[in-house]
């Protein structure tokens, strides 16, 4: 049981994958993605959406969603992630920006468990926090590059269900995050994105439409 509620939480709390002619902030993406947890044999994917709106030059409002499916030995999981943030960028060159943001973020699970007296049908959400900076760099007019660090906190979780009522301890976690974007022309190219952190791995790949 202690295993299966693990695996629910780290999915929630992992940060998804979202990463902002040369440099636009203004795109919606779509693709496939993927969550691996270390030292567990489940892992979920499913599709994420994310969109960023230029306020100005100097400001830009971002957000994305989020569905997996994760299963385990008599596990499965149902997840939806949410996430809403505001970022800030400075010129460093013609071609290189340094980018902060912070965002809140929400999960929502749905968990199946076939495991004997604990059997049955949860559900567990979680409300949280993220900031990252680092650089957003366009290497030649097709190939753009970004390189961030961040910190998440899970502040409140919580799983029920099935006369279960239990508190989920905070989960607060640095992370690396390195995305690419390959450009066919200055609208459409193609994103992949890898979050790394302590003991969760997501990978993102998908199409872009930049405007």
């Known amino acids: 049981m202690k295993k299966h509620l ?6 929630a709390a992992a940060p998804f994958a979202a990463s902002a002619g040369p440099l636009s902030y ?7 993605l993927r969550t691996e947890i ?3 044999d489940g892992y979920g994917d ?12 100097m400001f830009h409002v971002f957000g994305g969603y989020a569905m997996q499916d994760a299963g385990d030995d008599g596990l499965a999981v149902d997840l939806d992630q949410l ?4 970022g800030y960028r400075y010129a460093v060159s013609d071609r290189t920006d340094l980018v902060a943001r912070g965002a809140y973020e929400r999960a929502e699970s749905d968990i199946r468990v076939d495991d004997g007296f604990f059997g049955g049908d949860y559900n567990a959400d979680s409300n949280g926090y993220s900031v990252e ?7 030649t007019d097709s190939l753009e590059v970004s390189v961030l660090g961040g910190y998440a906190d899970v502040t409140s979780g919580r799983i029920n269900g099935n006369s279960v009522d239990v508190d989920a301890d905070d989960n607060d976690q640095f992370y690396g995050r390195l995305g690419a ?8 190219g193609i994103v992949g994105e890898g ?17």
């Open 181 to 188: 974007q390959l450009k066919f022309n200055p609208t459409w």
């Open 6 to 11: 693990v695996l629910a939480l780290a999915l």
């Open 195 to 211: 979050t790394f952190a302590k003991d969760v791995t997501q990978l993102f790949v998908g199409v872009r439409a930049s405007f």
């Open 26 to 32: 203004s795109y919606v993406e779509g693709g496939y």
């Open 46 to 57: 499913g599709f994420a959406i994310n969109g960023s709106v230029e306020i100005n030059d």
């Open 133 to 139: 900076v680092g650089l957003r760099s366009a290497l």
């Open 38 to 40: 270390d030292d567990l």
């Open 83 to 86: 996430r809403l943030g505001l």
